[in-house]
């Protein structure tokens, strides 16, 4: 299975003790909703993106796809006909913890066989992950493909994203 690394380091003023981008945490170190720049100094230099701070659910790996519920900061899977803003899992942000989602930046997450270079993103049937097949109402606004499947690593693309969201297409 081929891997990646990332190094990403908060960059804000005045931004010490903050938990890494990349872990996860049964306390909660931050307030819930809070948002952070950082820079990524690993290995595939994705340059700067802009991270969420909220609370896991299960089954949640690093690069899994998922809504937020502003209203506490809870998180889901992306799944077909979802609905609200969307971020890619830092880390392996399971059911009572808290870890950081990527919302702005070139993101690593988890697609589909057949994921190509410069797609549209699709929420699928499968929780966490995307495709590039086109189904009204699940299309993930603001984000991009930026590779095909399997770079950099087994089952997951890179993606550039804009504060992506999710709705069923009806809003005016």
Do not use: C
Not at 31 to 59: C, H, M, Q
Not at 69 to 93: C, F, H, I, P, Q
């Amino acid at each position: 299975m081929a891997t990646y690394t990332t190094n990403w380091q908060v960059t804000e003023v005045g931004a010490g003790g903050w938990q890494p981008i990349d872990e996860t945490s049964t306390t909660k170190n931050h307030d819930l909703g809070t948002i952070v720049k950082a820079t990524d100094r690993g290995t595939n230099a994705n340059g700067v993106g802009e991270f969420v701070y909220a609370k896991g659910v299960a089954s949640t790996a690093t690069g899994s796809w998922v809504t937020f519920l502003e209203d506490d900061w809870s998180t889901a899977l992306l799944v077909a006909d979802a609905k609200g803003r969307v971020g890619v899992a830092m880390s392996a942000n399971v059911a009572n913890q808290y870890g950081w989602y990527q919302i702005s930046g070139k993101a690593i997450g988890k697609a589909l066989t057949g994921y190509v270079d410069n797609a549209l993103v699709y929420g699928t049937a499968t929780a966490g992950s995307v495709d590039d097949a086109v189904v009204s109402g699940d299309r993930v606004k603001k984000a991009i493909g930026a590779s095909a499947l399997d770079a950099p690593a087994t089952g997951m693309a890179e993606f550039e994203l804009d504060r992506p969201f999710v709705d069923d297409g009806s809003a005016t």
